[in-house]
């Protein structure tokens, strides 16, 4: 006896439009967006730090873990959240 419907296995998986998918060239200009907006952000930070005590090593670790900091926060949490509302799925 043979069955002739697909088997369920075939039936599992998380399939998308293609009009759910953003191009290459939108990528390209959202990332270049995500840049501008982390350079800005460390920037702001620099001349901050500058404005209120000369540099020296306690400074540049500051800016160090600010700009780390930073760049977690936006990269990873905030665009977790907006893709998937949640951080923890």
Request: glycine residues 4%.
């Amino acid at each position: 006896m043979t069955n002739n419907s697909a088997s369920p296995v075939s039936n599992f998986g998380v399939y998308y439009a293609s009009k759910d998918y953003a191009g290459f060239w939108k990528r390209v200009f959202a990332w270049c967006i995500d840049i501008i907006v982390v350079l800005s952000l460390l920037g702001l930070y620099a001349i901050i730090i500058s404005l209120i005590a000369e540099w020296s090593e306690f400074e540049a670790k500051l800016l160090f873990w600010l700009s780390l900091l930073t760049c977690h926060l936006y990269l990873v949490v905030l665009k977790t959240q907006i893709n998937q509302h949640s951080v923890f799925g």
